[in-house]
């Protein structure tokens, strides 16, 4: 059954666009998780009735604890909706994926015990194709085997040494999350921290669209002096692919320009955030 609200430790953010039936398949991967005391919210730029009908019949099954944030469809307004769902959430502490993540069953668990007071946490994902992403089923993520080798070499996925982050264990898992080259960042799919550091830095800029926003608040928290914790080989999802017909020249030129006075000028405090600059 779903946490009461006082039992509410992290509040879990899934943004989602127009993608229902891959939005179902995340959820049931949050039915099975090993800890139980957190909340799902739902920031939905602006889907059709069809999301919302989703939502409505995991909220009555009693589940799961979800709310869904709805605006308009303005385009691609990702991070104005993240916004109104941090403003939403109950915990103290805010667990970032998408509506196109599958969360291994112990994902929120991994979370839960690494967060740290002065960091955020970076974790993992593995893409899979698109023949593999439609053929799974409820069963598939209730007993784990989109998860485990076997299952997904049989269903098309290449061999390849990424698909360490989804066996590793033990010794191996650590020395993994502390040798890899790629850089512990905040990443829109996989990525958690204190909700009063999120404030702080005044959650997503607005000014944003696709490419590179969710960065730019990691960015943001570092300059603050947030450090951040590698678990890419420890907190994994399995990203399920689809198309990006949101990501243009434009909008990816703008955020580089964006990210860049962020570094440049040591910026901690977006004026187009959560609270806006004419808001007083």
């Not at 994926?97 to 069953?105: A, L």
Request: proline share 2%; charged share 25%.
């Amino acid at each position: 059954m779903a946490a009461n609200k006082s039992e509410i430790t992290i509040s879990v953010i899934i943004s989602t666009y127009n993608h229902p039936e891959w939005l179902e398949k995340v959820l049931w991967g949050y039915e099975v998780q090993t800890y139980k005391n957190f909340e799902i919210v739902i920031a939905d730029d602006g889907s059709a009735a069809e999301t919302k009908d989703l939502i409505e019949k995991f909220q009555a099954q009693g589940i799961l604890s979800i709310t869904h944030v709805w605006h308009e469809d303005n385009g691609f307004q990702k991070s104005e909706i993240l916004n109104k769902a941090i403003l939403a959430s109950k915990a103290d502490y805010l667990l970032f994926s998408d509506g196109d993540c599958i969360p291994k069953n112990n994902f929120v668990e991994i979370h839960q015990n690494n967060k740290k007071s002065g960091y955020f946490i970076s974790g993992g994902y593995f893409m899979l194709p698109m023949h593999t992403s439609k053929a799974i089923k409820k069963e598939n993520i209730h007993n784990q085997e989109v998860f485990q080798k076997d299952w997904l070499y049989a269903n098309g996925v290449a061999k390849t040494f990424k698909m360490n982050k989804l066996s590793s264990s033990g010794f191996f898992e650590k020395f993994m999350n502390f040798i890899t080259p790629t850089k512990a960042t905040w990443n829109g799919h996989n990525s958690s921290g204190w909700k009063a550091d999120i404030i702080k830095v005044n959650g997503f800029d607005e000014r944003m669209q696709y490419g590179g926003q969710d960065r730019e608040l990691g960015e943001r928290l570092v300059n603050l002096g947030i450090k951040s914790i590698q678990l890419r080989y420890s907190a994994i999802v399995v990203h399920l692919d689809h198309k990006r017909g949101y990501k243009t020249q434009e909008s990816i030129d703008k955020n580089k320009a964006i990210r860049k006075a962020t570094k440049t000028e040591k910026s901690i405090f977006t004026p187009y955030g959560v609270v806006k600059k004419n808001e007083g």
